[in-house]
């Protein structure tokens, strides 16, 4: 997840906060969707989702 942090940190600087609300939109669906499919840790997942959303509120 540490490669995910840090593409979304490069994204924050440049994206308005509407297109980085979108982009993890679109992140937390397709990680929900390889949870459902047992493709995914989750609670790696949840931890990351927190920080990103704790990111995003500052």
Not at 12 to 34: F, K, M, P, Y
């Amino acid at each position: 997840m540490d490669a995910v942090d840090d593409w979304l940190d490069d994204r924050a600087e440049s994206l308005a906060t509407h297109s980085l609300h979108d982009l993890l939109v679109t992140l937390r669906r397709s990680i929900e969707h390889a949870q459902r499919r047992d493709k995914a840790e989750a609670m790696d997942v949840i931890f990351a989702q927190r920080r990103e959303a704790a990111a995003c509120e500052a």
